[in-house]
């Protein structure tokens, strides 16, 4: 019969009459005990031994047990010290017998406390008393507690007084399962047929394999288990997992992406937009002027019809605003506070030529905001654009386009809340409900494109525009609590590392 | 977003339900469009709103808008005035920057201490708002009791007040809030509330200035005098603005005088006499301008935009219900029916047609619309750079490189200093920078020439987490370039660092040509020189016979100032390279 190694050793060692620990066995077939231990249930399995289980109790002295060996049980140590005051005979202060007897902490307590129980004395009125007749030589408890110290069987010792040393946390008590083997009849068959090992072999090697060697070979088992070294793979960041997600399901509604200048001339970023010059946004603020040379070519009669929007309004019955316009400010460039100016660019026929209805556009692309950086805003960040062109779009087409685009990403129940923006009209804010936290949060602002800002662009048809911020989608998916953590030269290589990808 | 204060008390009885609880207003509100945002101290609930409804912007107007929404009113309603007895004269010494004037004169207010809080709250939220911080309209009330202005007029039958510009230091007067004879330019350095206006004229040669026969009363838009202010025990008020836009200050007088009408006051009208050296020359002007313009919307219009089916009178209740007072026009062939809508005077955001279809959908209610997907085919697609660069941190990554994602912007001192390079340099990363005109943070001064800066910068803050650190991105790059329409060349570069305490030329070189191998693209390595790469251990990255970049083992000097304590093998090239561009 050919068995493996330890097994073989584990049975060799193995008695048919005599019950042997585990342990025992293990030193003397020299094997570690946890391979001993796996032996002995891979021949019980094979019926070749038998293993019987019995409960062992055993004590060990804690530390603090340990130290009172030495030292004495504070109780005593207190009596000795009152004694020794003349406490037998009258009272005397208690802070005075502490001192002596050298007692500090934790162990004034325990010696007060023990004092009392075991009938040294009394206590009273800060004033300590003890029974000249008490006899701490014969203390059961200091008695057990230095003969367990000396290697005494615990069995001689009253079960009482273990159990209180056990209370005071002066000895642990284990309670331990030994396994002891004996040879069953088969065990022993099998050993007097003669029993040999059987070769095993750590790894596998290209000359096992062509030499045929591998057949005859019994592998090393591993411990399966056990945790193996770390290994890291490069991996996609985690906000280019959400934008690129994104961007899939965009593309799966039928949208096509833009791309243009992240500096621009303010004339695609607000004037198209039909922001007016004085409005808040625009002041020096909260935007990113450039200190460069004006846009060195805008379409003129489109700088034309923009003005003319801003200044008289557009259609019968249309006002333009009571704000200053000029061409300079329209020319002056910056980086874009949202990638709207990509769908002004679009929408206007100057990128891709002229577009007919129906189209759908997007974008996810950084924008800059003057904001004050902390965690949860950044003064660059990704803006998500999304825009549908055709003959005839109502809000609740706008409405549909948010509803089917949200439950992508497990929020379900879009709530729209009226808004104003200069650009669009109606206009509303988009508030969803995080699916775990189910905390309700902004998470765009959209609207129909006004006609101020599409008839300029030569745009007949209606158009639906939204963007909102990829940040708040991330954090929300990755758990991210500061913003930093993500994004920027601040980042933290264990979060990135870390991070869950996204799907 | 503008903040209205408002206590519930006053509201439920101007709106005249004193049964309405606190919740049930902030319900009917939220329908309106202004949300509950939580109390003040003084128990005063706050609603923020849209900044398109700035006649909202005191508890009178949130009050008529609700009256409108439960039905209570209906119609446009106009105050009465009276004819005027006050001139605003305005002379050829006011500022050119700020030449107009308007005003009126409200009799019979009855101010108790809440209502005198609510008009100044809207005089200030008006200001923050519409008076785009008091720069382009700023309102002055005062107490008529303390004006003098008996027949200063030519025709002398009526009192006039001046509106004028004298010198910094022309004169005198008491501001609010001191007890000192201050000249503007005193108040402009001692008085808190004129240093915190100072920017507004800090151009001016000539400050703006109103009197009376007792003399110098008011410096807009800077404070009021202390003769004139305004108590509970004031009944006539005297109402003037002044502003650099005459349409943007009439229509703030507007909110203004129906906000203390609604509380019973008289308003009088008052004459404005503009000079010949007014922007339009001389002419009268006679103001609070109360006319009730009105523009037409189809029927059609309205059904589209809302995608619901409305019959006429539907739509002419919801437009009641906004406070719009909308007539039927006579239908013209029966094509659809036109709403001849008559917009009241203290509305300043009806631009156009749709904003009242944007009142019908909110008088109707946005939330009871049944969304619906639109019904029109398109083919989606993602643009050619976007692909590329995809597909390069797909390769990048499976390179073993973490893929990072770092800021545009950065300080001079990070991306050429502390790499030692220069702007103007004849290298990679060498370019003029695009400087941001006048910078909060120098941090973020301008956008970055290179990428490689930025990942070394991930390095420094990260030389406590394990090694090896394989770092790259695929990213936005910019210098200054006047031959660019925008003045700025971006380009996406591509950039890498291995941070290992055996990192090579070589390791960088090995990854360099497995991207290029994956994108079929012919790479040599051609030695150069480069300030932040150790001489000899630096190679320019020609991609199909272009120079795209560099790639090196990083100097010594760049390391230590970035507290490395390993070397670093680096490369970054032009991603254009990659494509078939």
Redesign the interface.
């Known amino acids: 019969m050919k068995l493996p190694e330890p097994q073989v050793a584990v049975l060799n060692a193995a008695s048919a009459t005599e019950e042997q620990p585990i342990d025992r066995l293990a030193e003397e077939t020299g094997l570690k005990p946890e391979t001993a231990t796996q032996a002995v249930f891979e021949l019980r399995d094979d019926g070749l031994v038998d293993v019987t289980e019995t409960e062992s109790v055993e004590y060990e002295l804690t530390e603090e047990g340990r130290a009172y060996v030495d030292a004495g049980l504070p109780e005593i140590r207190l009596y000795r010290a009152a004694v020794e005051a003349g406490a037998a005979e009258e009272p005397v202060q208690m802070g005075r017998v502490i001192g002596a007897a050298e007692l500090d902490g934790p162990e004034v307590d325990i010696a007060l406390a023990n004092f009392g129980r075991k009938g040294y004395g009394e206590i009273d009125s800060g004033e300590l008393a003890a029974d000249g007749d008490a006899d701490p030589e014969s203390d059961p408890e200091a008695v057990a507690l230095i003969a367990l110290a000396g290697g005494e069987d615990p069995v001689d010792v009253d079960d009482e007084d273990l159990d209180q040393l056990v209370s005071r946390n002066l000895l642990e008590r284990h309670e331990r399962t030994v396994r002891s083997v004996t040879l069953t009849d088969a065990g022993v068959t099998a050993l007097m047929e003669g029993v040999e090992a059987a070769e095993t072999v750590d790894r596998l090697t290209p000359e096992m394999l062509t030499s045929g060697e591998w057949e005859d070979v019994e592998f090393t088992e591993y411990n399966v288990e056990a945790d193996a070294p770390e290994v890291?793979?490069?991996?996609?960041?985690v906000?280019?997992q959400t934008a690129?997600r994104v961007?899939d399901v965009?593309?799966?509604?039928?949208?096509?992406?833009?791309?243009g200048?992240?500096?621009?001339?303010d004339f695609w970023i607000n004037d198209c937009l039909f922001m007016p010059q004085?409005h808040?946004a625009r002041t020096?603020w909260d935007r990113?002027?450039?200190?460069?040379?004006p846009?060195?070519?805008l379409p003129e009669d489109l700088v034309d019809r923009v003005e003319s929007a801003h200044r008289e309004?557009?259609?019968?019955?249309?006002?333009?605003?009571?704000?200053?316009w000029s061409e300079d400010f329209a020319r002056a460039?910056a980086?874009r506070g949202h990638t709207t100016s990509l769908s002004m660019r679009y929408l206007s026929g100057t990128q891709v030529g002229d577009l007919e209805?129906?189209?759908?556009f997007f974008s996810v692309e950084?924008v800059?905001r003057?904001d004050t950086?902390d965690a949860t805003h950044?003064?660059?960040f990704f803006q998500i654009e999304g825009w549908?062109m055709?003959e005839?779009?109502?809000?609740?087409?706008l409405?549909?386009?948010?509803?089917?685009f949200y439950e992508q990403f497990g929020i379900t129940d879009i709530?729209?809340?009226?808004?104003?923006n200069p650009y669009t009209?109606?206009?509303?804010e988009l508030f969803g409900r995080h699916p775990t936290t189910g905390e309700l949060i902004e998470i765009g602002n959209s609207g129909?494109f006004?006609?101020?800002v599409l008839e300029p662009l030569g745009v007949e048809h209606?158009v639906m525009a939204w963007g909102l911020a990829l940040e708040r989608l991330a954090m929300l998916t990755t758990g991210a609590e500061d913003i930093r953590d993500?994004?920027?030269?601040?980042?933290?290589?264990?979060f990135?590392?870390g991070a869950e990808v996204t799907y | 977003m503008p903040v209205v204060d408002i206590d519930p008390d006053e509201l439920r009885e101007l709106t005249g339900h004193e049964e309405k609880g606190d919740e049930e207003l902030k319900s009917d509100l939220f329908g309106l469009?202004l949300?509950y945002e939580g109390e003040t101290e003084e128990g005063l609930l706050q609603f923020e709103f849209?900044?398109?409804?700035l006649d909202r912007l005191s508890v009178e107007g949130v009050a008529r808008s609700l009256r409108y929404h439960y039905g209570d009113a209906r119609g446009v309603a106009v105050p009465d005035t009276n004819d005027p007895d006050f001139t605003y004269v305005v002379d050829e010494d006011v500022p050119d920057e700020r030449p107009y004037v308007t005003g009126a004169i409200v009799r019979g207010v009855d101010l108790d201490e809440a209502a005198l809080d609510s008009l100044i709250q809207l005089q200030e939220k008006l200001h923050a708002t519409m008076g785009?911080k008091r720069?382009?309209g700023a309102i002055g009330i005062h107490d008529l009791v303390a004006i003098k202005g008996d027949a200063l007029t030519e025709e002398g039958d009526g009192n006039s007040i001046t509106y004028t510009g004298i010198d910094p230091d022309g004169d005198t007067f008491v501001p609010l809030d001191s007890d000192r004879e201050l000249t503007p330019a005193e108040v402009l350095e001692e008085h808190d509330t004129g240093r915190t206006y100072a920017d507004l004229v800090a151009e001016y040669d000539r400050y703006p200035a109103i009197y009376d026969e007792l003399g110098l009363f008011s410096f807009p838009p800077v404070i009021n005098g202390r003769r004139t202010e305004v108590s509970t025990d004031s009944r006539d008020l005297l109402v003037e603005l002044t502003g650099?836009?005459q349409?943007?200050i009439d229509r703030m007088c507007n909110i203004i005088c129906y906000a203390l009408s609604a509380r019973g006051a008289t308003i009088e009208e008052v004459e404005i006499e503009y000079g010949a050296s007014s922007p339009e020359g001389e002419r009268t002007l006679v103001r609070p301008d109360f006319d009730v313009e009105t523009?037409?919307v189809t029927h059609d219009r309205i059904e589209?935009?809302?995608?619901?089916e409305f019959t006429d009178d539907e739509v002419v209740d919801l437009f009641a219900r906004s406070g719009l007072d909308a007539v039927v026009a006579d239908a013209e062939d029966n094509v659809s029916t036109t709403y001849e809508v008559s917009i009241p005077p203290y509305r300043v955001?009806?631009?156009?047609?749709?904003?009242l279809?944007?009142d019908v959908?909110?008088a109707y209610g946005?939330?009871e619309?049944?969304?619906?997907?639109?019904d029109?085919?398109?083919?989606?697609?993602?643009?050619e750079?976007?692909r590329l660069e995809?597909a390069t941190?797909?390769v990048?990554?499976?390179?073993?490189?973490?893929?990072?994602?770092?800021?545009?912007?950065?300080s001079e001192a990070e991306a050429y200093d502390r790499m030692h390079v220069e702007a103007g340099g004849d290298y990679l990363g060498g370019g003029d920078p695009?400087?941001?005109?006048?910078?909060?943070?120098e941090d973020?001064e301008i956008?970055r020439p290179w990428a490689l800066p930025?990942l070394v910068?991930?390095l420094e803050?990260?030389t406590h987490?394990?090694y090896p650190?394989?770092?790259?991105e695929v990213g936005?790059v910019?210098e200054?370039d006047?031959d660019?329409?925008?003045?700025?060349r971006?380009r996406r570069h591509v950039a890498g660092v291995l941070a290992r305490h055996d990192a090579t030329y070589e390791d960088a070189k090995a990854r360099l040509q497995a991207v290029c191998r994956d994108f079929d693209v012919e790479l040599e390595t051609p030695p150069t020189e480069h300030p932040s790469f150790i001489d000899g251990r630096v190679a320019a990255v020609e991609i199909d016979g272009e120079s795209a970049g560099v790639v090196g083992e990083l100097h010594p000097k760049v390391l230590v100032e970035h507290d490395l304590e390993l070397p670093v093998a680096a490369f970054e090239f032009d991603l254009a390279a990659l494509g078939g561009e």
């Open positions: 890291r793979g490069g991996k996609t960041h906000l280019r690129e961007k965009l593309v799966g509604m039928g949208f096509q992406e833009m791309d200048p992240h500096a621009d001339a004085d808040p020096h990113f002027a450039l200190d460069v040379p846009i060195d070519d309004g557009v259609g019968e019955d249309g006002d333009g605003y009571h704000s200053p460039i980086l209805p129906p189209q759908r950084k800059y003057n950086l950044l003064l660059e549908v055709a005839d779009l109502s809000v609740r087409d409405m549909g386009t948010f509803v089917e709530q729209f809340k009226p808004h104003y009209e109606p206009s509303f129909m006004r006609d101020e209606d993500l994004h920027g030269t601040l980042a933290d290589l264990d990135l590392r | 469009g949300e849209g900044p398109d409804r785009r720069a382009k650099t836009d349409w943007t523009k037409s589209t935009m809302l995608g619901v955001d009806v631009l156009h047609p749709l904003d279809i944007d959908g909110r946005f939330d619309l049944e969304p619906r997907y639109p029109v085919g398109t083919v989606g697609g993602r643009h750079r976007s995809a941190r797909n990048l990554t499976g390179l073993g490189f973490e893929d990072l994602l770092n800021f545009h912007m950065t695009v400087r941001i005109t006048e910078p909060y943070s973020y956008l930025s910068m991930v803050n990260n987490r394990a650190q394989d770092l790259a936005l910019a200054r006047d660019v329409n925008t003045r700025v971006e």
